[in-house]
């Protein structure tokens, strides 16, 4: 019952933040299609991480492959909107260093923070750490 006072207290603080954003669920391909070429957009893609560098390559409901994750690089690469992207930092030419730093001046990498891999309680491998990775185009 607390807790649902706190999240019923923060609603209008949130709201208020939230005013003239809109969030989107769906493809993120077909996102990026609409809004790539808007330099007003801010397109925060929190896609499904690429599945070698997790502990459990199936922890999600919807599933990129490789092909998928292409697909999505190639779509923001030379986005004009404003692009970050999430994810663990492969160790050798990985898929997102690949299509975006290696392919366009703009891009860059940031660490984030270690974090321990969701996922990885649920397959008996507790304490597998990763570095969180953003790519981001500004």
């Not at 609409?34 to 690429?50: E, G, M, R």
Request: proline residues 4%.
């Amino acid at each position: 019952e607390r807790y649902q006072k706190q999240i019923a207290n923060g609603l209008p603080a949130a709201r208020e933040k939230l005013q003239g954003v809109e969030i989107l669920q769906g493809d993120a391909y077909d996102v990026i299609m609409q809004y790539k070429d808007d330099p007003t957009a801010v397109l925060f893609i929190d896609s499904p991480y690429v599945q070698r560098t997790r502990t459990a390559p199936n922890c999600y409901y919807h599933e990129m492959r490789d092909a998928d994750q292409v697909r999505m690089l190639l779509g923001v690469r030379d986005a004009k909107a404003k692009c970050i992207l999430c994810g663990y930092q492969e160790e050798h030419d990985g898929l997102y260093d690949r299509y975006l730093l290696s392919q366009s001046d703009k891009w860059n990498a940031q660490l984030l923070k270690e974090v321990t891999k969701p996922c990885a309680n649920q397959r008996g491998s507790a304490g597998k750490m990763a570095q969180e990775w953003i790519w981001k185009n500004f």
